[in-house]
């Protein structure tokens, strides 16, 4: 099993930067990507970004260069540095982990205000 607790979300202006973290822990020898997802109000979750453990990211189109992922080199924690923000980024965002289940966190709330 892995444990996901993700952290960083708050309240911002439009424009704005946000830093959300995602610890793994358990068994995360397993894990093999991990990365985001969202969901707004009255929406469906969506891919944010992921990276496979030691490969190259990738992100969704709405990203447009905004965000980056990254990870430390333990492997254990995983970060997406969310930049220029804007209202259509507001939801819930969750942290995931493949390995070789699928894994989720419960999520942490990210609001921009215009």
């Known amino acids: 099993q892995v444990q996901l607790v993700e952290s960083g979300g708050g309240l911002v202006q439009a424009g704005g930067s946000l830093r959300l973290s995602c610890a793994a822990s358990g068994s995360i020898f397993r894990i093999t990507r991990m990365g985001w997802f969202r969901q707004a109000p009255g929406k469906q979750r969506e891919f944010v970004a992921a990276m496979p453990i030691g490969g190259t990211p990738n992100y969704a189109d709405f990203v447009k260069g905004r965000f980056t992922i990254s990870r430390d080199s333990a492997k254990s924690t995983v970060f997406l540095q969310m930049n220029s923000l804007e209202p259509e980024d507001t939801g819930v965002y969750y942290c995931?982990?493949?390995?070789?289940?699928?894994?989720w966190g419960e999520g942490t709330q990210v609001t921009i205000s215009s």
């Open positions: 995931w982990a493949f390995g070789p289940s699928n894994y």
